[in-house]
């Protein structure tokens, strides 16, 4: 396969990247040129991707990271300059959403791991990176969000809310950062 566009020696991390979306962006980076580190909860989950792209003669590093614990969010951008020496691109893919129903029925403790998840570790990953970004004067952001965000949902309520809030953290992040040579785009898979 023959890449769109090269990455060559760029740093990516990408989160949820041990199945799915994230696997996917993780796989297509590699075959552009970039060093990436594949992070989910478990090493275990992630080591078959980063396998697959060690296989094709890419770089890559397993980082497991729950990215609801700020530490474990502190970990990830501390290795991945432990190993790399720097970080040119991040993917903020992981997420969750452990309810399915009406808002009415979603308990405080549900809410916040959700925001939590989905809202505040992308912003508080983004912040760890900005900076060194900023100082380069080159860098790129994505948010995974989704089309929930983009409307009304029946049964994806707090879900479609927080990947509402992802529109907004990105463009918000764009405002502050652009001017020192950042990119921050969000995607809306669907």
Known sequence: MTALFSLQ?????VTGSSRGIGRAIALAMADCGAKVVVSSRKAA??????EEIRAKGGTAAVIPCNISDNAQLANLV???RKIFGRIDILVCNAAS????GSMADVSDDAFDKIIGNNVRSNIKLSHMVLPEMAERGDGAIVLVSS????????NLGVYAISKAADFQVARNLAVEWSPK??????????
């Open 78 to 80: 501390e290795e991945t």
């Open 9 to 13: 020696d760029k740093v990516a991390i």
């Open 147 to 154: 089309i929930a965000g983009l409307s009304g949902s029946k």
């Open 45 to 50: 989950s992630c080591e078959p991707v980063a």
């Open 97 to 100: 959403n452990p309810v399915y």
């Open 181 to 190: 040579g950042v990119r921050i785009n969000c995607l809306a898979p669907g």
